[in-house]
């Protein structure tokens, strides 16, 4: 079975610029959440969906925003970048909202970086 | 303010021997408590768990520990073998209004030493 996917994989982006990054979770898997996780720290939750809906956002700008589509993949973005948004950007899927045996599968992540 | 603290950057510990991770927290309303093993260039990978009304959680070489009265939790590999050798995070779940986060340290690098 094939894992949470992302993509891309890196990108580099310009100060200013709007960017996509895009999660496809396990199939039969109804949640995804998206994490930012800086260099040297632990990841930081953004968003959390399912079923389609918003249903938890963390503590982060209007400009990080994000969708669920009927297929369940997910599109996390960000408008006006800032050099501080460089960060690994990890989707993670689960086939509940929240499953007690394993949380929650984790993709290998987007890696994006902002000059 | 780091809700979920693990206090050690980088441990060290002999293959064969015990490894133990430890993780601090502050919020009381932390209702599962995970751990999530990371290599470079992978995502997190879900390695063991623990409810907050249970105090220990046991699954092969890893077993999990929880002091709700301190607010602590280790994570101890018996044997460590060199495969283990990873960032492990902790990180602790909070719900309401239908939603579930997980709030992480910034993780502890384990070396295990052939």
């Known amino acids: 079975d094939a894992g949470v996917t992302q993509s891309p994989t890196h990108l580099i982006k310009t100060r200013g610029q709007q960017v996509t990054l895009r999660c496809s979770p396990i199939s039969g898997h109804k949640s995804v959440s998206w994490y930012q996780q800086v260099l040297g720290q632990g990841p930081q939750f953004i968003f959390q969906?399912?079923?389609?809906?918003?249903?938890g956002r963390g503590n982060f700008p209007d400009r990080f925003s994000a969708r669920q589509f009927p297929n369940y993949s997910s599109e996390l973005n960000v408008n006006a970048l800032l050099l501080g948004d460089s960060a690994l950007y990890l989707c993670?899927?689960?086939?509940?909202?929240?499953?007690?045996?394993?949380?929650?599968?984790f993709g290998s992540g987007t890696r994006l970086t902002v000059v | 303010d780091q809700q979920v603290k693990q206090n050690s950057p980088s441990l060290s510990v002999q293959e064969g021997r015990i490894s133990i991770l430890n993780c601090d927290y502050t919020n009381s309303m932390f209702d599962y408590f995970l751990w999530y093993k990371k290599y470079p260039a992978e995502g997190p990978t879900f390695l063991i768990s623990?409810?907050?009304?249970?105090d220990k959680n046991e699954d092969g070489r890893f077993t999990v520990f929880l002091n709700k009265s301190a607010k602590h939790l280790s994570l101890h590999i018996v044997p460590s073998q060199p495969g283990d050798s990873a960032v492990y995070f902790c990180a602790a779940r909070t719900s309401g209004a239908g939603s579930y986060q997980l709030t992480f340290g910034k993780g502890t690098k384990l070396s295990v030493i052939p």
């Open positions: 623990i409810s907050s009304i249970k």
């Open positions: 969906y399912y079923e389609k809906e918003e249903r």
């Open positions: 993670a899927s689960s086939s509940e909202i929240f499953r007690d045996d394993y949380g929650y599968t």
